[in-house]
């Protein structure tokens, strides 16, 4: 069983930092991870993604340059720092895990993951 727990969400003010934590409590996935995010009455949109072997990150344009992907495998814990918030990046956080090797770098869909956490909301006010 795959159980993916994340923490982290807070409120903050535009230029602020938050880091998500995400903490898989199940059996170790060996595939890429991502976060996804969706903002009330959006669809749930791609928000970065990690390989296993994660030495690099891929991320959406909206985030480049401000979020930053990590994962810790030997704790199963997938990271994303996220510092000059904007309101615009105010959103419910989900992440998400393979169970199939594919590209990390190449999709950004959705159905390329098959678990996926709770939910972590992220409020930046202006």
């Known amino acids: 069983q795959v159980q993916l727990v994340e923490s982290g969400g807070n409120s903050v003010q535009a230029g602020g930092s938050l880091r998500l934590s995400c903490v898989n409590t199940g059996d170790r996935l060996n595939y890429c991870m991502a976060w996804f995010r969706q903002a009330p009455g959006k669809e749930r949109d791609w928000v970065a993604a990690?390989?296993?072997?994660?030495?690099?990150?891929y991320y959406a344009d909206s985030v480049k340059g401000r979020f930053t992907i990590s994962r810790d495998n030997a704790k199963k814990t997938l990271l994303l720092q996220m510092n000059s918030l904007r309101p615009e990046d105010t959103a419910m956080y989900y992440c998400?895990?393979?169970?199939?090797?594919?590209?990390?770098?190449?999709?950004?869909?959705?159905?390329?993951?098959?678990?996926w956490g709770q939910g972590a909301q992220v409020t930046v006010s202006s």
């Open positions: 990690i390989p296993y072997f994660g030495a690099i990150g």
């Open positions: 998400a895990a393979a169970s199939r090797t594919f590209d990390c770098s190449s999709s950004k869909s959705l159905n390329d993951y098959m678990y």
